[in-house]
């Protein structure tokens, strides 16, 4: 009788989260049995936001960020691609997010040109970074949210679909996720791994890099923080069966020379078709591409990874999987020719010039950031909606010279003069501009990988 009644025991979340909240370790099987419950809602707002305050203060074990990222995973759909007909590794990137941080919108499309297969599962803009699905939302007819069945359908034929994940992708991240939002609980570092990762394992992945920021514009702004980060979520992604390697990379500017939904569109394009190319972000582009062909198996060593990227780049079969991508979502076939016909266009434009010339000797890249919702071009609260025209471009970059006759700070996509008034104001107080060029830094500052 007691064997069966402790093999038929009621899980309790008071007992799960008393547990945690004490210190004491959770067992594998009632993390599963609390994301059941969180994902059919018999575990309530309070309980969600509890547990989650209890980790915050005591942590988790690696073996307990494992179980719950491999429990959140598995809350809903996950994708299956074998037997699908792929001839290639199926592979993906992440960003912990940034200002100008348009690196998937060119990674995807060069990764399916080397053979890999990339269906990336991106995020909305989230405070005063940008999303990566708001600027492909500012592509007219583009389906950001398809269905399962569209997306492995659009992977197969093009090589890779950059989309939002649907309601049955990791349900129990999405409710752990709003409460964490009004709980104060966002910044746990176990809360944070396991819920980018139960994503990225929900797309049925056979390796990832990571993007992780650090600096003025990064969500861990600290160094030592964004290494924390990257090496909890290699950890935990290793533990939990997928091949990772993050690089730590410097987001205390602006990342390319644009910021802003369409504008960003606008910059990849010419990016990958070489029209335009900004040097920063082209090597963050490329490095990160350079690992996951190696990951892969596409690629002997990230050196040989390097060369296949440069020349997807260079022979324009990148930009043409961009184009087949788009089209097979929805929206127009000729956007790589003729964005100018389809992207959405900002009334005023408006050059904004420091007080006094000089060099830019650093920039607080959030508060570039903060201008740009504050025109409309991110979300103030989750309701808002964006206006994908507004933002800049032009932005100058740590040690250029400024001013008039030189050149602007960068240059405001507005609405009304009333925007254009407002956005100036912040990007002067964003900049700070004096006589000394500053020391460079490197744009690569770190990879974690184990044993790779």
């Excluded at 038929?8 to 007992?15: G, K, S, Y």
């Excluded at 059919?40 to 707002?45: F, R």
């Excluded at 583009?142 to 997306?151: A, G, I």
Aim: glycine residues 12%; negative net charge; hydrophobic residues 45%.
């Amino acid at each position: 009788m007691a064997g069966s009644q402790m093999k038929d025991r009621v899980f309790l979340p008071q007992e799960f989260i008393r547990r945690k909240r004490d210190g004491g370790a959770v067992k594998a099987e009632d993390i599963d049995a609390y994301i059941r419950g969180v994902t059919d809602g018999s575990v309530t707002e309070g309980q969600v936001a509890a547990f989650s305050m209890a980790v915050f203060f005591r942590g988790m074990s690696l073996d307990e960020r494992v179980a719950l990222t491999r429990a959140m995973t598995h809350s809903g759909t996950v994708l299956d691609w074998s037997g699908k007909g792929l001839d290639g590794p199926v592979l993906d990137k992440h960003s912990t997010g940034g200002i100008g941080d348009k690196v998937s919108l060119i990674l995807g499309p060069i990764v399916a040109a080397c053979g890999g297969y990339v269906p990336m599962i991106s995020g909305r803009g989230l405070g005063h970074t940008g999303g990566t699905l708001d600027k492909l939302d500012s592509i007219p007819g583009y389906r950001s949210q398809p269905d399962v069945e569209t997306v492995e359908r659009v992977v197969r034929a093009t090589g890779c679909a950059i989309i939002g994940a649907t309601g049955d992708v990791a349900p129990a991240d999405k409710r752990i996720y709003a409460i964490r939002d009004v709980t104060g609980t966002v910044e746990s570092l176990d809360l944070i791994t396991a819920s980018i990762l139960s994503k990225k394992l929900a797309a049925g992945l056979g390796g990832l890099v990571m993007d992780v920021k650090f600096g003025s514009g990064a969500f861990a702004a600290a160094f030592d923080d964004a290494v924390a980060l990257a090496e909890s979520l290699v950890t935990v992604a290793e533990g939990a069966g997928l091949p990772t390697v993050a690089l730590l990379t410097d987001m205390n500017q602006v990342l390319g020379r644009a910021a802003g939904n369409a504008l960003e569109v606008r910059e990849s394009i010419d990016l990958l078709t070489g029209r335009v190319v900004d040097r920063r972000l082209r090597e963050v582009t490329l490095a990160l591409t350079a690992e996951l062909l190696c990951l892969g198996g596409l690629a002997e060593t990230v050196e040989e990874g390097l060369g296949r990227a440069k020349q997807a780049l260079e022979d324009g079969t990148a930009a043409e999987r961009f184009g087949r991508m788009v089209a097979a979502l929805g929206g127009p076939a000729d956007l790589v020719e003729e964005y100018d016909r389809h992207l959405a266009t900002a009334v005023v434009k408006r050059d904004v010039f420091p007080e006094t010339a000089g060099n830019v000797t650093a920039v607080d890249a959030r508060a570039v950031g903060v201008a740009i919702v504050a025109i409309g071009g991110g979300r103030a609260a989750p309701e808002e909606v964006i206006d994908h025209a507004v933002g800049l471009t032009d932005v100058a970059a740590i040690g250029e010279a400024v001013g008039p006759g030189e050149r602007p700070l960068a240059t405001v996509h507005a609405r009304d003069q009333a925007q254009a008034d407002r956005a100036a104001s912040m990007l002067r107080e964003a900049f700070s501009v004096g006589n000394g060029v500053p020391e460079a830094t490197p744009l690569i500052a770190r990879r974690v990988a184990e044993g790779r």
